[in-house]
């Protein structure tokens, strides 16, 4: 069975870091895309980073193009996104979705629960 | 970037109505690789179509898609109670950004 659990998410004040992981089982991590996709309270779904199953090529949307660093460790199954100089309009549930394949253009056929990152003062 | 736009914001049908819900590109989309997902309130989007027209492992045979190039649509045919959610449409056919339909709200009427 397919499982993705997020973690790391919390409050942080505006201008600060925070990073969460996702913790994979069930499949072969390193034959896969994953990705990171959020979505802010009462609002849709906005893909945020991708990263490649070998972790050789990486994606941002413009709305986070370098302030969110995206990773992954092949040996923990593990993907990990790094996120700094946070806004309040950053304030969202954070999904890790598996690709379908190991590039980049993927749809997403698991999803984690999700963890709240909220950016106030 | 291809922006997907989805339609009608919201359809209030009745459990045993049809559904129709639109998706609409502002490009081609290659080799029709547009994904259908549901989510239900206080849970994790399900995948229920990719490549436009074919249906997610479990998804029962009264989802169906259709469509090709620009425009796409997600048929319920009989609404049960579990299908009331929100639905979004999504491009995978090119280079990220990946993007999301705004999402298509079926409540109860």
């Known amino acids: 069975e397919v499982q993705l659990l997020e973690s790391g998410g919390g409050l942080v004040q505006p201008g600060g870091s925070l990073r969460l992981s996702c913790a994979a089982s069930?499949?072969?991590?390193?034959?896969?895309?994953m990705s990171w996709v959020r979505q802010a309270p009462g609002k849709g779904l906005e893909w945020v980073s991708g990263?490649?199953?070998?972790?050789?090529?990486?994606f941002y949307a413009d709305s986070v193009k370098g302030r969110f660093t995206i990773s992954r460790d092949n040996s923990k199954n593990t993907l990990y996104l790094q996120m700094n100089s946070l806004r309040a309009e950053d304030t969202a549930i954070y999904y890790c979705?598996?690709?379908?394949?190991?590039?980049?253009?993927?749809?997403?056929?698991?999803w984690g629960q999700g963890t709240l990152v909220t950016v106030s003062s | 970037e291809i922006v997907l736009t989805q339609s009608p914001g919201t359809l209030s049908l009745s459990p045993g109505e049809g559904a129709t819900l639109s998706c609409r590109a502002s490009?081609?989309?290659?080799?029709?690789?547009l994904a259908w997902y549901q989510q239900k309130y206080g849970q994790a989007p399900r995948l229920l179509i990719y490549?436009?027209?074919s249906r997610a492992t479990g998804i029962p045979d009264r989802f169906s898609g259709s469509g090709s190039g620009t425009d796409f649509t997600l048929t319920i045919s009989r609404l049960e109670p579990e299908d009331f959610a929100v639905y979004y449409c999504?491009?995978?056919?090119?280079?990220?950004?990946?993007?999301f339909g705004g999402g298509t709200k079926v409540e109860i009427k």
């Open positions: 979705a598996k690709g379908h394949v190991g590039g980049s253009t993927v749809r997403f056929d698991y």
């Open positions: 069930g499949f072969t991590f390193n034959n896969y895309a």
């Open positions: 990263i490649s199953n070998s972790g050789g090529s990486t």
């Open positions: 490009q081609s989309i290659n080799n029709n690789y």
């Open positions: 490549g436009a027209s």
């Open positions: 999504q491009q995978y056919g090119s280079s990220p950004p990946l993007t």
